[in-house]
């Protein structure tokens, strides 16, 4: 099997701890929801590469190696499989404008990752649980399908009486929710007001790399 895809099915299984991803790009990709906020984060008590090699004297990265871990990070940061980042790329490629923002667009109205945006999930991970587990309606309609891509107007909804709701809501405060996006507290509601510029998308992605990959 290529090394792309061995990687691709061990993210698609991959059950274990992720904090070695944070670790390999070498900084935070919040995969752990609050506690990436908290001093046990992975990245501020060992800021070294996973494995036996982890703290040998780094190389210099060529040209290629760079633009490969900036789309692996992207990639890990919205946890997507390799076949589904492609898919995403072909049809930003295919649009007009600018081909890295429009990328980048897919991925932030994506739907786990719009909730996450919200704060109604402490990380993607558990956003994407939270739509599986068909706990939002989008214009009324019930939606279990992470991969849902919202389009300005569209307004989501909580279901009622969502007590799980309320605990990633908590937990996640620390994010405020960008201004392509309005929530009301109270009942629960959001709407997507516009789509996103780059300034208000992930700052750690470096989208002009992955377009040159």
Partial sequence: ????????????????????????????????????????????????????????????????????????KARRIYGLLEKQFRNYFNEATSEPGVTGLNLLRHLELRMDNVIYRLGLGASRKQARQLVTHRHFEINGRTVNIPSYELKPGDVLKVKPANGVIDVALEASKVRPVPSWL???GEDKTAKILARPDRHEMESGVEEQLIVEF
């Fill in 182 to 184: 309005s929530f009301n």
């Fill in 1 to 72: 099997m290529p090394a792309a895809e061995a990687e691709a099915s061990l993210m698609a299984n991959y059950s274990g701890p992720v904090c070695r991803f944070c670790r390999r790009e070498g900084a935070k990709l919040y995969l752990k929801g609050e506690r990436c906020y908290t001093p046990k984060c992975a990245i501020e008590r060992r800021a070294f590469a996973p494995g036996m090699h982890g703290q040998a004297r780094k190389r210099k990265t060529s040209d290629y190696g760079l633009q490969l871990r900036a789309k692996q």
